[in-house]
Nanobody
């Protein structure tokens, strides 16, 4: 089982930036497919960005050009750099992971992941 701990959430004004971190243990991040998801009040959890073992990334259309997923293999940490934040980006952000093959592509479906962090809150005000 992968253990995941998110950090870096907070409150920011629209147009601002935040960087979320997800520290992984139990597995090295290079053996995992990983992703960031978010859930706003009253809405379903949705995929934001994901990264495959080979470093190929994928992101939701709503965040393309604004959010960047990356990882530090030496530190075993997954990041989500969020720029040009909008009020619609408000929600609880979760890190997710799943051991996968080297051929697996980055996925934004929550059904693809079986390990989840506790979440970190992001609030964007106008």
């Amino acid at each position: 089982q992968v253990q995941l701990v998110e950090s870096g959430g907070g409150s920011v004004q629209a147009g601002g930036s935040l960087r979320l971190s997800c520290a992984a243990s139990g597995y090295t991040v290079t053996t995992l497919c990983m992703g960031w998801f978010r859930q706003a009040p009253g809405k379903e959890r949705e995929g934001v960005a994901s990264i495959a073992r080979d470093g190929i990334t994928n992101s939701a259309d709503s965040v393309k050009g604004r959010f960047t997923i990356s990882r530090d293999n030496a530190k075993n940490i997954l990041y989500l750099q969020m720029n040009s934040l909008k009020t619609d980006d408000t929600g609880m952000y979760y890190c997710a992971a799943q051991p996968c093959s080297t051929r697996a592509r980055p996925r934004l479906s929550r059904d693809e992941y079986n390990s989840w962090g506790q979440g970190t809150q992001v609030t964007v005000s106008s």
